[in-house]
C-alpha cells in the first residue's frame, strides 16, 4: 500500500488541488493554501476612438504630474462572444463489467526493486588514476641505474646510491560519497567502487562516509557511515551521525559526486553555494583530494582548492591516468529528448531500466541518465520515476518517431517486459494494456497477452467500484489511468472504456456523491460518464459573462447575471474543463468546479477559447470592437453593439448557433469561425461574407449600402502603369471616418419611383440610369433625404470612389493588373450599350461594377492633386468641371483603371454617365442621446 501511495503522489505532481486530497486520504499532510480568485472587477468603456479607453471613474482623484491632471490611459477594451455551442453525445450504459467479477486481493509474489544498472566504469580501468593521484611514493632497495650512469657520466658527484622509487597505495584513504537525488543513477556505482576498494586495499584502511550536503550544522554538512547497500541509501532510516570533519590524519580523501551540476549543464545556486563552502573548509587541507565526477561539467568556482582536482566518470570517455588541475565542461544534450520520449509512456522508470534503454538504442553516455534524471519534466517518487504527462512533447516524440515503427516499439516495451520480469502483476498488466494501446497486436499471442492484461484491470474496476472493493484499490487505479496514452481518452471501444472504468473505481467515493474532480486527464470526455449522473443529479445551467473590458470572463451562478455572454449547461456536481483552439486542436488549460471555483480567463482578440462541460462544448472568440459599431457593451440580455442609421440607433445582440447538433467527441472546429451571428432584429442592417449592409426601402424598391471602414492608401498611379495619364501623381490619402457607399449604380426604377421620369437611352428596371447631368443627380438625392430625414444621401467624393474601388488593391483595377471582359462592361466586352447593374461579380468589398458600365458622378469639382498627404479630402472650392470615374460600356480598359480620372461640365448629359449614392458626414454628425451617454441605461456596460 505505501509503495502504491508513493506512486500515487507522482502521478498528480502536477496537480496540487487534487495532490493535497490524495495525500490526505493517504495520510500525509496537506499544506496546500488554495487562493480563491476575486471576480468582482468592473467592465470598462471603449469610446468611439479605437485607440483610447476611458475606464469607470475613479474613486480617488487622478494622478498629479507637474501641477497637472493626468488622466489613465488603458489599451482598446476586448469584448468576448460565444461562436459554437455544441451539445455532446451522452453515454448513458455502464460499462458491462463494472458489476463483474472482483480481483483477487490476496498477496502475490512481486518486487519494485529491479536489477542493478550495470558498471559505467569497471573499477579496474580507475586504479592507474587513483594509485597515481592517490597514491605515495615509496623507495625500493634496487639500484636506479639509469640516474646512476648519468650523474657519473657528467662528471657529477655521488653523496648516495641513487634507489628506484614507486607509487604505492596510501595507508590510509578516506571515501566520501555524497548521494542527492540527481546522482541517483550512479548510486550502484559508487558503491561498486567503494566496495572494490575494500577489497583491494582491505577494509581497514577504507574509511567510507555517506554526505548529506543539502543540511547543515554549525557551518558543517551531515554525514553517516556508508551503507553497502546503495538501494537503501536514500530509504534507509538511519539518523545522520553528526557534522562531517576533515580528516585529521591529512589522508587522501576520493569524492563521489556529481557536485550538484543539474540537468541543464549549468549549476544550482544553492548546490553551487554549498559546494563552495564546502572546499573552502579544505583550503589548508594538505592531502590529495580528487572527485569522480559522473556529471557532463563541473561548477564554475571562482578558485579550487590546490589540493582538488576533478575527473570525470564516464562509459564514453577513456579514463585517464592523471586528474585534471581545474574543473571541465563536456556538457552535450545530445540524446536527451530522445531518451526522455523513449521513456515517454512507461508508467514507472528505474535507474537500471534507464541505462538499459539508453546503451540499446545508443543514446549517448552515461552523463545522459543523470540529465534524466534530474530533468524538470521527470517526476521523482521513492520506488522510481516518470515522464510528466503535462509535458506532451516527449509523447508526441514517441508518437511520430517510435509509435509509426513497430520494430522499435515491440524493442523499446520487449525491454521493459525482460527488465521488469520480477514486478508485481500489476506494474506487468500495466505495462502491457500501455503497449498495446500505443500499438495493437500483431500476432496471435500479443492478443492474448493483451486480453489477460485487460481482463485484469477489468477486475480491478470491478473492485474498486463495488462496495465489497477494498480502499486499497483506489489508489492503484487512481495511478493507472494517469498512466495511459493521452489519446485514449478521445477514443472509443473497450480500451477507452477501461480508461474511463479506471478513472470511475479511483473516485468512486466522490462521483456518487455527484461531484466531479477536477483534475481530469487531457483529452477526458465528462459526457463518457453521464450513467452515473442517473437518479443522483440535475442540470444546473452556468452563465458566462465578462468581468473586465480586456477579455476577462468567467463561470456565474444565475441567468440575470451582468455582462452576460452565453451558457453551459453541466451536471449537479459536474467539472467544467477550460482551453484554448490552436490550429483546430483542443488544447486543455485547467479544469474547475464551477461551484467552488470561479477563475478568471482572459482572451486576446481573434484568440478561440472553449469550456467542455459532460453535457455540450462552448466556443468563445476574443475580439476589438468592429470598426463600423459605433458602440459595443454587455447588458441583461447579452453581448450587443449599436450602429446609427438614419438618425436612429440600430442594436443587434450576438446570437450562437442555435442549431443544437450531437457531437461524438472527436470533432474539430474546423468551421468555427462561420459560427455565430449580430442579430438586427426589425433594424434594415444585416452582415454577409463582404460586411456590414443596410438596406433602404424606396417605395417599392429596395437599394443596399455597403460600410466602408476608415483607412488610408496611396491615391493615384505610379509611373510605370500601363495607360497612366497625366494628373494622377501618388499621394497618401487617410480616410478618418467610415461611409456608407451604394452596392450598385442608381438603376433606373429606383429613379423613376423617386423622380417620377426615367431618362436613359437603354431602358430596363435593372439597368443604370444615365442621361443624367450632375444637377439632376443633387435633385435625386434632395428628394430622397427629404423622404428619409437622417439619410443626408450625397455623392461620394473623389477620394471614397477610388478608395472604394481599389478595395484595398494596390494594382491598377481591383481584379489585377489588367481586365477582360469577363469582369466588366466596356468597348472590347462588345455589348455596345449598358448591361444591369449586377451583371458581372463585386469587388472584394461587395461593390458592383465600379469600373465599367457607366460613368459615375462624384462630389467634387476637377482639380490636380496635391503632393503632400491628405486627410478627408474634399476636392478644390470651384471649378469648371465635376470628377468622373470607373468608364464606362463605350470607352476601352485604360479608362475603368482605379486610379483614371475625368472631368465633365455639371450640365453636361451622356448615355454612358450615371451615378452611385454615398451617406455623407451628416448621417454620422447628429447623434441622437442614446449615443451621447456612455454609461447606458440601468444595467448597461460598454462602448
Known amino acids: 500500500m505505501a509503495a502504491w501511495g508513493r506512486l500515487a503522489l507522482i502521478t498528480l505532481a502536477d496537480h496540487p488541488r487534487e495532490l ?62 460565444v461562436i459554437e455551442r455544441r451539445f455532446l453525445e451522452q453515454n448513458d450504459t455502464p460499462p458491462k463489467y463494472i458489476d463483474g467479477p472482483q480481483l483477487s486481493l490476496q498477496a502475490k509474489p512481486g518486487t519494485y526493486q529491479f536489477s542493478p544498472p550495470a558498471e559505467i566504469m569497471p573499477l579496474a580501468k580507475c586504479l592507474p588514476l587513483l594509485i597515481n593521484e ?73 574509511d567510507c562516509v555517506q554526505l548529506d550536503i543539502s543540511h547543515e550544522v554549525d557551518d558543517s554538512v551531515l554525514c553517516r557511515p556508508w551503507l553497502e547497500a546503495s538501494e537503501e541509501l536514500a530509504a534507509s532510516g538511519e539518523s545522520w551521525s553528526g557534522p562531517w570533519q576533515p580528516p585529521i590524519d591529512e589522508a587522501p580523501i576520493l569524492l563521489l559526486s556529481d557536485l550538484g551540476v543539474d540537468a541543464g549543464g549549468a549549476v544550482m545556486t544553492e548546490s553551487t553555494y554549498l559546494w563552495r563552502k564546502f572546499f573552502r573548509r579544505l583550503n589548508n587541507y594538505r592531502g590529495r583530494i580528487i572527485c569522480l565526477n559522473p556529471a557532463p561539467n563541473t561548477p564554475n568556482f571562482e578558485a579550487w582548492p590546490n589540493s582538488v582536482a576533478c575527473v570525470p566518470i564516464n562509459d564514453g570517455r577513456a579514463m585517464p591516468r592523471y586528474a585534471f588541475n581545474r574543473g571541465y565542461d563536456f556538457t552535450s544534450n545530445a540524446g536527451l529528448e530522445e531518451l526522455l520520449g523513449l521513456l515517454a509512456y512507461l508508467p514507472l522508470i528505474d535507474v537500471g531500466l534507464v541505462r538499459k534503454v539508453r546503451r540499446a538504442f545508443n543514446l549517448g553516455s552515461s552523463d545522459l541518465e543523470g540529465l ?52 508485481f502483476e500489476g506494474l506487468k498488466k500495466l505495462e502491457t494494456f500501455v503497449r498495446f494501446s500505443l500499438v495493437a497486436p500483431a500476432s496471435d499471442a ?33 495511478t493507472f489511468y494517469q498512466c495511459l496514452p493521452v489519446d485514449i481518452w478521445q477514443a472509443d471501444g473497450e480500451v477507452a472504456d477501461i480508461a474511463y472504468g479506471l478513472f470511475v473505481a479511483a473516485h468512486r467515493q466522490q462521483l456518487v456523491q455527484g461531484e466531479v474532480p477536477t483534475v481530469l486527464p487531457q483529452g477526458f470526455r465528462q459526457e463518457k460518464l453521464a450513467w452515473l449522473a442517473q437518479g443522483l443529479s440535475s442540470k444546473l445551467n452556468w452563465t458566462i459573462a465578462v468581468s473586465s473590458a480586456q477579455g476577462e470572463f468567467a ?59 459532460d453535457c455540450e462544448l462552448v466556443t468563445l472568440e476574443g475580439f476589438k470592437r468592429p470598426q463600423w459599431a459605433d458602440r459595443v457593451g454587455y447588458d441583461d440580455t447579452g453581448l450587443y453593439c449599436e450602429k446609427l442609421w438614419c438618425g436612429e440607433v440600430a442594436r443587434a445582440y450576438w446570437q450562437e448557433y442555435a442549431g443544437y447538433g450531437v457531437d461524438s467527441g472527436d470533432s474539430q472546429p474546423s468551421d468555427i469561425r462561420e ?18 449592409f443596410a438596406d433602404l426601402e424606396i417605395d417599392s424598391h429596395t437599394y443596399r449600402f455597403r460600410w466602408i471602414n476608415p483607412g488610408t492608401f496611396v491615391m493615384g498611379s505610379p509611373k510605370s502603369e500601363a495607360g497612366r495619364e497625366d494628373g494622377e501623381n501618388q499621394h497618401p490619402v487617410t480616410l478618418s471616418e467610415g461611409f456608407w457607399l451604394g452596392e450598385t449604380v442608381v438603376s433606373q426604377s429606383l429613379w423613376q419611383s423617386s423622380m417620377g421620369n ?84 463585386p469587388n472584394p468589398w461587395g461593390l458592383y461594377q465600379m469600373p465599367g458600365n457607366v460613368w459615375e458622378w462624384c462630389e467634387d469639382w476637377l482639380g490636380d492633386y496635391p503632393l503632400e498627404p491628405q486627410v478627408d479630402p474634399e476636392g478644390p472650392t470651384d471649378g469648371a468641371l465635376r470628377v468622373l470615374r470607373g468608364g464606362s460600356w463605350a470607352y476601352d480598359a485604360r479608362h475603368l483603371r482605379s486610379a483614371y480620372r475625368r472631368g465633365r461640365r455639371p450640365d453636361d448629359r451622356r448615355n454612358c454617365v450615371g451615378l452611385r449614392l454615398a451617406l455623407g458626414q451628416g448621417a454620422q454628425g447628429a447623434e441622437p442621446s442614446g449615443l451621447q451617454d456612455a454609461s447606458g441605461s440601468r444595467g448597461e456596460q460598454g462602448r
Open 20 to 81: 493535497a486530497d490524495i495525500a490526505e486520504r493517504l495520510g500525509y499532510v496537506n499544506n496546500l493554501e488554495a487562493l480563491a480568485p476575486d471576480i468582482n472587477e468592473s467592465i470598462g468603456e471603449a469610446t468611439q476612438d479605437e485607440g483610447t479607453i476611458i475606464p469607470p471613474r475613479p474613486k480617488g482623484p487622478d494622478e498629479l504630474q507637474n501641477g497637472k491632471i493626468t488622466p489613465t490611459v488603458v489599451p482598446p477594451a476586448i469584448f468576448v462572444h
Open 134 to 206: 592517490l597514491g605515495v611514493k615509496r623507495q625500493m632497495r634496487r639500484v636506479d641505474t639509469r640516474r646512476l650512469t648519468k650523474t657519473v657520466a657528467s662528471g657529477g658527484t655521488l653523496k648516495r646510491i641513487p634507489k628506484l622509487s614507486k607509487q604505492r597505495w596510501p595507508s590510509r584513504l578516506h571515501v566520501v560519497i555524497a548521494t542527492s537525488i540527481n546522482n541517483e543513477p550512479y548510486w550502484r556505482d559508487f558503491a561498486n567502487i567503494a566496495a572494490g576498494l575494500k577489497k583491494v586495499l582491505g577494509s581497514q584502511i577504507i
Open 372 to 423: 534524466f534524471w534530474s530533468h524538470s519534466h521527470v517526476q521523482q517518487g521513492g520506488i522510481g520515476c516518470r515522464v510528466s504527462r503535462t509535458a506532451d512533447e516527449h509523447q508526441k516524440y514517441y508518437d511520430q518517431y517510435i509509435r509509426v515503427d513497430s520494430c522499435l516499439h515491440n524493442k523499446l516495451w520487449d525491454l521493459v517486459e525482460q527488465h521488469h520480469f520480477s514486478a
Open 446 to 478: 500479443q492478443w492474448l497477452q493483451f486480453d489477460q492484461a485487460a481482463n485484469y484491470l477489468k477486475q480491478l474496476v470491478a473492485t474498486g467500484w463495488q462496495s465489497s472493493g477494498s480502499p486499497n484499490v483506489a489508489p492503484q487505479c487512481g
Open 555 to 613: 463561470i456565474a451562478a444565475g441567468q440575470n447575471v451582468l455582462g452576460r455572454i452565453g451558457e453551459i449547461i453541466t451536471t449537479h456536481g459536474g467539472v467544467i474543463e477550460y482551453g484554448r483552439v490552436v490550429n483546430g486542436e483542443y488544447q486543455k488549460q485547467s479544469t474547475f468546479n464551477p461551484a467552488r471555483d470561479q477563475p478568471k480567463i482572459k482572451v486576446q482578440p481573434n484568440e478561440i477559447a472553449y469550456f467542455r462541460s
Open 675 to 692: 459560427i455565430g451571428y449580430w442579430d438586427w432584429q426589425s433594424a434594415p442592417l444585416g452582415e454577409d461574407s463582404y460586411g456590414l
Open 758 to 841: 426615367n431618362p436613359s437611352r437603354y431602358e430596363g428596371e435593372d439597368k443604370p440610369v444615365e442621361r443624367v447631368i450632375w444637377d439632376d443627380c443633387q435633385q435625386f438625392i434632395a428628394q430622397l433625404n427629404k423622404q428619409h430625414p437622417g439619410l443626408a444621401a450625397a455623392l461620394p467624393t473623389e477620394a471614397q470612389w477610388e478608395y472604394a474601388c481599389r478595395a484595398s488593391t494596390t494594382s491598377a483595377y481591383s481584379a489585377g493588373e489588367a481586365i477582360d471582359a469577363s469582369q466588366a462592361n466596356f468597348d472590347e466586352s462588345g455589348v455596345g450599350e449598358t448591361c444591369t447593374v449586377k451583371n458581372y461579380a
